[in-house]
């Protein structure tokens, strides 16, 4: 089988390429002048950040929405996820998944900590429940699955585990924002679980993130932690850092907040353009709704099986990458083939064979709210008409 495309590529070209990029996603930013007034009002009183009015009332908005008990917001993810897994102190051993994005094993790694791979789920692309027992040591203290692309993980067999053999389990929720699993708020599992407000989540403050926490003690010790350790004017309670969110971005995640029902219901839409128009494409793979799950469709995901499809993913990508078309590989490669992670044991490309072939296999397409419908059904002709001349040309 060729590596490449043949020359038929050229007129395929011709005939689907976009005059500008369709990227990947794109923020639904506010219009500027809804931002106007909670300009005006923060600028007026001065208090631009350290818990000022618009914080407090995110997140109680985010916690009703969430359904979630406890929140504390962030000026990021990632500094989110490293000061939880602080406050519960953990250390040693943490198991998780090489299927993610850089930032789940460097909390690890910044809290003195060892990340343990753990292989994934053939169908989910979440953390195998299965084999994780099997990692467990003397030197675990905590698992750390991830809800990949918002797939919620099995939160009931991580919570046995987690009783079974005395072990925090934090999720990683960047994907995650509005899941519910029976009605309940997907934050609402584990000791903690970590939300990303990125420019390219569902949910966005341009940057910034939450930590829920299960626990009100968790949440003061957060609370302290994100601003330096500081309890008040005269007391500092422990090494903190500086991770708060500021007025600005508080006050562009209320706007968002406003819109986020429809932006999800937009994105259902496009998910099932996608998923009809490539239901029967020999070696294009994608996953559907799961029972009892509402979804909020963060990204589509596409696994191409090269020897159905005609070529393969990074040929398929190369493709549509001249058609102005902006995949991305998601995730690629493994966080374990990280020169920072490569030498530890459970990296080995024989401990993670499911992982190391999905890797190798998954495209995530253009999907956000604004995206016409017009342009997905494009993106799936060129896919169809890909996955044909391969065929013809064999």
Known sequence: MNSKFPVWQDKLVKKYKFDAPVFITRPDLPVLSELDGYLAKIWSSGWVTNNGA??????????????????SLFCNGTLALQ?????????????????????????????????VFCDIEEDTYNIDVNKIEALITRETTAILPVHVFGVPCNVE?????????????????????????????????????MFSFHATKIFTTIEGGSLVCNER?????????????????????????????????????????????????????????????????????????????????????????????????????????????????????????????SSLPSASPANLPVAERISGAVLSFPLYGRLPESTVKTI???????????????
């Open 54 to 71: 618009y914080h407090g009332i995110l997140e109680n908005e985010l916690a009703k929405y969430l359904k979630v008990k406890d929140i």
């Open 83 to 115: 000061i939880g897994i602080n406050a519960l102190g953990l250390k040693g051993e943490v198991i998780t998944t090489p299927f993610t994005f850089a930032a789940t094993p460097h909390v690890l790694y910044w809290n003195g900590i060892k990340p």
């Open 380 to 394: 799936c002709a060129i896919i169809k008409d890909i996955c044909h001349e391969n065929k013809k040309t064999g």
């Open 217 to 341: 003690a968790l949440k003061e010790k957060v609370d302290y932690l994100k601003n330096f350790g500081i309890k008040n004017e005269e007391e500092v309670v422990g090494p903190g850092t500086n991770a708060k969110m500021n007025e600005i971005q508080a006050a562009i995640g209320l706007i968002q907040l406003k819109k986020i029902d429809d932006e999800i219901k937009k994105r259902k839409a496009l998910t099932g353009i996608y998923r009809r128009e490539l239901t029967n494409v020999p070696g294009i793979i994608f996953s559907t709704d799961m029972d009892g799950v509402e979804h909020n469709y963060q990204y589509f995901v596409i696994r191409v099986v090269a020897k159905d499809y005609g070529a393969g993913r990074d040929a398929l990508f190369d493709l549509l990458r001249k058609m102005n078309i902006i995949v991305r590989k998601y995730f690629y490669p493994l966080c374990s083939h990280y020169p920072c992670y």
């Open 157 to 193: 067999k991580l919570a046995s585990i987690g009783r079974k053999h005395g072990l925090k389990i934090v999720y990683d929720a960047a994907h995650s924002f509005g899941v519910r699993v029976r009605g309940v708020g997907i934050g609402n599992f584990g000791d903690a679980a």
